[in-house]
């Protein structure tokens, strides 16, 4: 153990680049406790909403939440609501949830009308989608450029007799109704003053793509890992 009780990390022998089969095998030397594991995955499911998961995990692996688990529901309803395309009881959630949040973040405020928008015109209701654009949308495209350039690929939705196969409609898509809930998930945690409106996980995994970020941009070859989600290596390059 070195100082302050910090595990030791292996030492790397000097040469070029390790291959990734080395790199993995030096990685597994690394001992993290069951514990410290268990606390990442009970973070990440109370903070992404995850409450049957979680009150489940907190019963077969004996860790106690960071919160009640009741104090959940608010974010979880707002989380389906969004998720099911129904805006307006997003919105309305939200705002008995914390009434000023809105006022406050004018570009979640924005996200959600831009969905509103995306639904109407899901649902093939043009005219109300061009009059809800103009009433609740061009205002805030002429005050910032970012605002215009994400209305206007919204609108151009309204140009194809079918969105669905046009250049813009992974707006239609359920991933964008899910990025945004995890927007509004993040906005309210931060407003609860939690540490962080995102799981500690999903920081680390952010740090990893940083991490690789720097040592690409300063040529140093080293295992690439291409896939966050089978933790899949690539050789050096």
Not at 126 to 151: C, S, T, W, Y
Not at 154 to 181: C, E, K, N, V, W
Request: glycine residues 4%.
């Amino acid at each position: 153990m070195g100082e302050m009780g910090m595990r030791e990390v292996p030492s790397f022998q000097s040469r070029d680049f390790l291959g990734p089969q080395e790199w993995m095998d030096e990685l597994g030397k690394i001992e993290i406790p069951r514990q410290t594991l268990n606390q990442l995955v009970m973070n990440y499911l109370v903070t992404e909403g995850f409450k049957d998961a979680a009150a489940k995990f907190e019963h077969e692996a004996g860790m106690a939440p960071e919160t009640d688990l009741n104090l959940m529901d608010n974010r979880i309803n707002i989380r389906d609501a969004i998720q099911n395309g129904k805006i307006e009881s997003a919105i309305y959630l939200l705002n008995d949830l914390h009434p000023t949040l809105l006022d406050e973040n004018k570009y979640l405020l924005f996200h959600l009308q831009q969905q509103k928008l995306i639904e109407l015109i899901r649902e093939q209701r043009v005219d109300e989608a061009i009059e809800f654009a103009q009433n609740h949308l061009a205002e805030r495209g002429e005050e910032d450029p970012k605002v215009l350039q994400e209305l206007e690929r919204t609108m151009a939705l309204l140009a194809f007799d079918d969105p669905f196969s046009s250049p813009f409609s992974d707006l239609l898509s359920i991933s964008h109704r899910q990025q945004l809930a995890s927007e509004v998930n993040e906005a309210i945690l931060k407003a609860e003053h939690v540490d962080s409106g995102s799981s500690k996980l999903a920081n680390c995994l952010k740090l990893l793509i940083w991490s690789q970020g720097e040592l690409d941009s300063k040529d140093i070859k080293y295992p690439h890992m291409i896939d966050l989600a089978s933790g899949k290596i690539q050789d050096p390059k």
